[in-house]
């Protein structure tokens, strides 16, 4: 019953945040957040199909190309069971470790699509990606605090 | 060792989904996608609906806000002007009245003095002007309107200065009938009339306008003094005189003009 609230606020938060973000500003990653917070506490067998169907989702939300944040979301979950699983359970810091780490392997996966594909890497600029990641962290935090 | 082996073929398996599903749905996008978003949309399209009445109405209130601010300023800026408008209209009338005194009256115009204060005892009718010494007012000045003769500067100080008015008691001028030859004096007749003493043979009749001549020398020849409203013979018919009324409205008086002295 959780997990299915958790999606449905972050399908209304998602939707909320694009019309109020400022135009051409990175907007939160929620569906990262969720994926992430689904995945602390349950297995990998869980964690991982339901982070790639979370991307898939997205995908379809955005319009945009099927696989694209399916890949990105699982790559992140994995990243963020395998950060979790060498640092200290509990703590501050661990937690924004293994949130870096996923972050990193969320956007590996979608260069990962890009490169399979064959697609123009759109020009992001390393400024944005961390601004993406500094404005999630929030979120990701937070939802740390409700427990998975 | 099995369990990280099942993690990652799952990782991979899920990767190569992932890949495969682009791959074989890249044609079909953004169709697919908006086919499919009846079934995703709703929920975000509302959150997406509230944001945007959530802008709209911040948007409108900070606007009203803007509006608000501008129009304070837009009111300050008008009272500023029209403060400046009334100052300058005033300046625009005074520099017209003394155009008026120059032409008119004398080319030795020497200052525009606003009037402070008058002297009603009844008795002496003087003005209290709001120039003095170090503006160059000194006594003996001549004192005008562009309605016609004021009266002279009779006191001094470094600020102010006292002007004995036409109808003052103490104050007499030398007149003459506009239309026609002949020199008489004109005394103050308190509280606002002039007696003007002429010879028998001088016609003057009511309504005549009286101006100023030469024979006591302190002012300026030609301004004009008052109009003539009775005339009576006096002391058996060797003279006549005339009951004037000033041309000028003293109580009416805010600024003066004053002359150099003959």
């Known amino acids: ?148 | 060792m099995r369990e990280a082996a099942l993690r990652r073929g799952l990782l991979l398996l899920l990767v190569l989904l992932g890949l495969g599903l682009a791959a074989l749905t890249r044609p079909l996008s953004p169709r697919l996608p908006l086919a499919l978003s009846p079934l995703t949309a709703p929920l975000p399209a509302m959150g997406f609906r509230l944001g945007q009445n959530l802008k709209a109405a911040s948007e409108a209130l900070l606007n009203r806000q803007d509006l608000y601010a501008e129009n304070q300023a837009l009111k300050e800026k008008l009272a500023l002007l029209e403060g400046e408008n009334r100052r300058l209209s005033l300046e625009v009338a005074r520099l017209e009245r003394a155009l008026a005194v120059r032409r008119t009256q004398a080319p030795g115009l020497l200052a525009v003095a606003p009037v402070i204060g008058e002297d009603l005892s009844g008795l002496y009718r003087r003005l209290l002007l709001g120039l003095g010494e170090r503006d160059g007012l000194r006594v003996g000045m001549p004192v005008t309107a562009p309605e016609g003769l004021v009266g002279l500067i009779v006191e001094v100080e470094e600020r102010r200065a006292l002007v004995r008015t036409l109808v003052d008691p103490e104050n007499q001028v030398g007149v003459r009938p506009e239309k026609g030859p002949g020199r008489g004096v004109a005394r103050g007749a308190p509280p606002d009339k002039l007696l003007a003493e002429f010879p028998p043979s001088v016609k003057l009749s009511p309504g005549d306008l009286l101006l100023t001549g030469a024979p006591l020398g302190l002012f300026p020849d030609g301004i004009p003094v008052g109009r003539v409203e009775r005339v009576e013979r006096v002391q058996g018919g060797l003279k006549q005189r005339a009951w004037v009324r000033p041309l000028v409205d003293l109580s009416l008086l805010e600024e003066v003009m004053v002359l150099r002295p003959l």
């Open chain 1, 1 to 148: 019953m959780k997990p299915l609230l958790a999606l449905l606020l972050t399908l209304f938060l998602s939707g909320l945040l694009a019309a109020l973000w400022p135009q051409g500003v990175m907007a939160p990653d929620l569906f990262l957040v969720l994926a992430l917070w689904y995945a602390a506490g349950r297995p990998y067998y869980l964690g991982l199909p339901a982070a790639f169907l979370l991307g898939l989702l997205q995908d379809l939300l955005g319009f945009g190309l099927l696989g694209l944040h399916g890949v990105g979301l699982t790559l992140a979950a994995y990243a963020y069971y395998a950060a979790s699983r060498r640092l200290a359970q509990g703590e501050s810091l661990p937690a924004l470790v293994a949130f870096l780490w996923a972050f990193l392997a969320k956007w590996t996966g979608y260069f990962l699509v890009a490169y399979w594909l064959r697609l123009d890497i759109p020009p992001l600029l390393p400024l944005d990606l961390l601004l993406e990641g500094l404005l999630t962290l929030p979120f990701f935090l937070l939802a740390r605090r409700f427990g998975p």
